[in-house]
């Protein structure tokens, strides 16, 4: 069976950090860029951080470079997003998907259910 399941999302603090983690079971992630995606209440989907198959390239959303990081763990089918210095705008339910090739500017044919993000004092 297929999954894709994010993880990590918390209530922070302004200021605060959270690493969240979106693992794939029942398929590899080797050879597929992932993207990071979030939705704020309403509002629509917003690309927020993508990593290449190999984590040669990465691309970061202008409203959260220098504060996001994206990284993978090919051996553990995991990619990571660790976001620092989280803001009140930062809060949205995150997704992680999955492409159909090894860049970030492949389409994206898998997703997972999300996990929220809140960021409030």
């Known amino acids: 069976q297929l999954r894709f399941v994010e993880s990590g999302g918390d209530l922070v603090q302004p200021g605060g950090s959270l690493r969240l983690s979106c693992a794939a079971s029942?398929?590899?992630?080797?050879?597929?860029?992932v993207s990071w995606f979030r939705r704020a209440p309403g509002k629509e989907y917003k690309g927020v951080s993508c990593i290449s198959d190999d984590g040669s390239d990465i691309k970061n959303a202008d409203s959260v470079k220098g504060r996001f990081n994206i990284s993978r763990d090919n051996a553990k089918n995991t990619v990571y997003l660790e976001m620092n210095n989280l803001q009140p705008e930062d809060t949205a339910v995150y997704y992680c998907?999955?492409?159909?090739?090894?860049?970030?500017?492949?389409?994206?044919?898998?997703w997972g259910q999300g996990t929220q993000v809140t960021v409030s004092s």
């Open positions: 998907g999955k492409a159909r090739g090894p860049t970030c500017r492949t389409p994206y044919d898998y």
């Open positions: 029942g398929f590899t992630l080797d050879g597929y860029a």
